[in-house]
């Protein structure tokens, strides 16, 4: 299937946010409308990108397993897409978005166990809960003025008739082979993956064991 659809978009566009598929529109009297689009909240959809990559840095550094999992989840719900060819939609990477929503949380907690970065992550959520109040009416199909929807497009894309280029045409024969030089890579990759998760949390830790920064919270004792 290489034709294309109005709501398409590439696989690069989507932890972006940049073209949402609207799924419900209705003009109640040419001043309300009710609308359900899958953006979600683009705050937490811009936040997962720097989220998984200093998820990914963290699990190295720290010979995480738990990290590994999660960017090595990620990866394997989202990097299947940059190879198809026929017409992708946003909502493809729903599957993918929940462990970059598990990355965001791992780091604001880690923030607000530091002082210095307290204020930061404070900030952070409170925007994130703003953000998600104003579209929520985007969300579940609310009769709202039709000038607030309107405005909620503040991203061209967001407004359907942007319109991404077509899938690429023609053969297709490269893209769809599979040579047992690509199964062995393909195994060989994944057996490193378990290999790391698995010796990572017994591996020794650069400069010796990890001790408790002085910039960290201390928890309250009794009282």
């Given at each position: ?103 965001i949380a791992y780091l604001v907690d880690e923030a607000l166990r530091r002082w210095a970065l307290r ?105």
């Amino acid at each position: 299937m290489q034709s294309g659809h109005a709501a398409a978009s590439p696989w690069w566009s989507w932890p972006l946010d940049l073209k949402t598929v609207w799924f419900f529109n209705a003009d109640y009297d040419n001043s309300q409308l009710a609308v359900i689009f899958n953006g979600g909240n683009p705050i937490l959809f811009w936040a997962g990108v720097p989220a998984i990559l200093l998820c990914s840095a963290l699990a190295w550094k720290r010979r995480s397993p738990a990290l590994v999992l999660l960017v090595a989840a990620f990866a394997f719900q989202y990097l299947p897409w940059t190879r198809i060819e026929r017409a992708t939609f946003q909502y493809h990477y729903l599957t993918a978005v929940l462990f970059t929503m598990v990355a965001i949380a791992y780091l604001v907690d880690e923030a607000l166990r530091r002082w210095a970065l307290r204020d930061l992550a404070i900030g952070f959520l409170a925007l994130t809960v703003v953000a998600g109040i104003v579209i929520f009416p985007l969300g579940y199909p609310l009769s709202v003025p039709d000038w607030y929807v309107n405005a909620l497009r503040v991203l061209p894309p967001w407004n359907y008739y942007f319109k991404f280029p077509d899938p690429p045409q023609g053969t297709r024969a490269a893209l769809l082979a599979v040579d047992v030089g690509k199964l062995v890579f393909g195994v060989l990759v994944m057996v490193a993956a378990v290999v790391f998760a698995l010796s990572g949390g017994r591996w020794p830790r650069p400069g010796g064991p990890r001790t408790s920064s002085d910039d960290e919270i201390p928890e309250a004792g009794p009282a």
